[in-house]
C-alpha cells in the first residue's frame, strides 16, 4: 500500500521553513527521500534506515519513528532551489529481505517565491 | 563520468505496436529497476532486477517485459497488452538492496495514439 505524504502542497518564502511527513501502514526497512523538478529525474535527498542510520546530504534533515512507520523531512531556511515535488519511497523488505523495493507516496508539491 | 542513461528522450507510437526503452549504467551497480510515472502521481515500480539473468515483477508489471543480459543494461518493453501506455518512464539504479540510494536515469516520455 503506498504510503501517505502531508501536506500535498507547501508555499513557503525564501528562508521560511518546512516539514514534509510520510507515513505507512507496514512496518519499514527503509524510508527514502527524494526530489523531483518538472519533467525531471528524482535526486536522491536521503535514505533512514530502520536501526537509526542515516544517509544523505549535509544541508537536509529527516527523522525516522521507526514504532510508527512514519518519517519527516525536515527543510530549513528555504531557497528558491529548494521548489519541486517531494517524494517518500518506503521499503517494506517483505520476507525479511529487502531488494530496494520502494514504494513511492503521492508527492508534496514545494513551492519557494522570493 | 559515471551515470545512468536513458534513450530516446521522447518516443512516439501508434497503439498495437511493442516498443522497447533502453536503460544503460556504468556506475557498476547490481540492481536495476523500471517505474512508470503518470501526471501529478508519484513513481510506481514496474520491474526489478537484483543480478543478471534475474528479475521480478513489480507493482504493475502487466503489459510489460523486461531482459537481464547484462549488468549494465535493463531494457523495457511496452507490448500492446498494455492497455494505457502513454506515460513518464524511469530506470534507476542502485548499489544493491533498500539501504542504498538509486540512482535515476533522465527519463523516456513515451506517447501512443
Known amino acids: 500500500q503506498q504510503p501517505v505524504q502531508s501536506p500535498q502542497a507547501v508555499i513557503l518564502r525564501e528562508g521560511e521553513d518546512a516539514v514534509i511527513n510520510c507515513s505507512s501502514s507496514?512496518?519499514?526497512?527503509?524510508v527514502h527521500w527524494y526530489r523531483q523538478k518538472h519533467g525531471e529525474a528524482p535526486v536522491f535527498l536521503m535514505i533512514?534506515?530502520?536501526?537509526?542510520e542515516q544517509k544523505g546530504h549535509d544541508k537536509i534533515s529527516a527523522s525516522f519513528n521507526e514504532k510508527k512507520q512514519q518519517s519527516s523531512l525536515y527543510l530549513t531556511a528555504s531557497q528558491l532551489s529548494y521548489s519541486g515535488t517531494y517524494f517518500c519511497?518506503?521499503?517494506?523488505?517483505?520476507?525479511?529481505?529487502?531488494?530496494?523495493?520502494?514504494?513511492f507516496g503521492q508527492g508534496t508539491i514545494l513551492t519557494v517565491h522570493p | 563520468d559515471g551515470g545512468i542513461t536513458q534513450s530516446p528522450k521522447y518516443l512516439f507510437r501508434k497503439e498495437g505496436q511493442n516498443v522497447t526503452l533502453s536503460c544503460e549504467q556504468n556506475?557498476?551497480?547490481?540492481?536495476m529497476y523500471w517505474y512508470r510515472q503518470d501526471p501529478g502521481q508519484g513513481l510506481r515500480l514496474i520491474y526489478y532486477?537484483?543480478?543478471?539473468?534475474?528479475?521480478q515483477k513489480g507493482d504493475i508489471a502487466e503489459g510489460y517485459s523486461v531482459s537481464r543480459e547484462k549488468k549494465e543494461s535493463f531494457p523495457l518493453t511496452v507490448t500492446s497488452a498494455q492497455k494505457n501506455p502513454t506515460a513518464f518512464y524511469l530506470c534507476?539504479?542502485?548499489?544493491?538492496?533498500?539501504?542504498?540510494?538509486?540512482?535515476f536515469g533522465p527519463g523516456t516520455r513515451l506517447t501512443v495514439t
Open positions: 519511497g518506503t521499503d517494506s523488505a517483505a520476507g525479511g529481505t529487502s531488494y530496494g523495493k520502494l514504494t
Open positions: 556506475l557498476n551497480h547490481d540492481a
Open positions: 532486477s537484483q543480478i543478471v539473468n534475474d528479475f
Open positions: 534507476a539504479s542502485s548499489i544493491r538492496d533498500g539501504a542504498y540510494e538509486q540512482y
Open positions: 507496514k512496518a519499514l526497512y527503509s
Open positions: 533512514l534506515l530502520k536501526g537509526g
